[in-house]
C-alpha cells in the first residue's frame, strides 16, 4: 500500500514545462531528507529544465503543487536571498505529516536539475518520541 502510494505521488509530480526525467542525477546533491518515522516506502525521481533559475523553479513548485499535497515552504524564493545556486521545496499530505515529496533544485549550466525524494509510511510506521516535547520539522524545511 505505501509502495503504490509512493508511486502514485511520484506519477502525478508537477514540474515546469520544459522538464525532462532523467534515470541517473543530473546533477550533485549534497543534502538528503531524512523521514523520522518508518517504516516508509521510499522512491527517487530527477528531471532536468533548461533555461531557468533555481529561484523561478522553486517558485513554480511552490504555487503548483504535485496532486493533493500541501506545501511546507514558509514563502517564496526572493530576490532579497541573492544568487541562489539551490533550494528545497517539501509537500505534505496533511498539517504535521512525515511522508511526502521533497523536491531539492539544483543550478546547472544551462538550467537546473531536480530531485524528487518521495517517502510514504506503511500501516505499521511510527514516529519515535522527542524529548522535553520536541516537534519534528515538516519534511523540506530541513
Known amino acids: 500500500m ?12 508537477n514540474l515546469p514545462a520544459g522538464a525532462v ?12 531528507t531524512g523521514w523520522p518515522c518508518g517504516p516508509v516506502e521510499e522512491l ?4 532536468v529544465i533548461p533555461d531557468t533559475t533555481v529561484r ?4 513554480w513548485l511552490i504555487e503548483n503543487p504535485t ?7 514558509i514563502g517564496p524564493v526572493t530576490d532579497d536571498w541573492g544568487p541562489v545556486d539551490s533550494a528545497i521545496v517539501g509537500y505534505i499530505p496533511a498539517p504535521d505529516a512525515q511522508e511526502g515529496i521533497v523536491y531539492t533544485i539544483a543550478k546547472t549550466n544551462d538550467g537546473v536539475a531536480v530531485r524528487a525524494e518521495i517517502a510514504a509510511q506503511t500501516e505499521l510506521a511510527t514516529c519515535p ?7 519534528y ?3 523540506g524545511q530541513g
Open 21 to 32: 526525467r532523467t534515470d541517473n542525477p543530473p546533477a550533485s546533491f549534497t543534502s538528503y
Open 56 to 59: 523561478d523553479t522553486a517558485n
Open 44 to 47: 527517487e525521481a530527477f528531471w
Open 2 to 13: 505505501a509502495l503504490q502510494q509512493a508511486q502514485a505521488w511520484l506519477d502525478a509530480a
Open 67 to 73: 496532486a493533493d499535497l500541501i506545501t511546507t515552504a
Open 137 to 139: 520539522g515538516a519534511p
Open 129 to 135: 518520541p522527542l524529548p522535553d516535547g520536541g516537534m
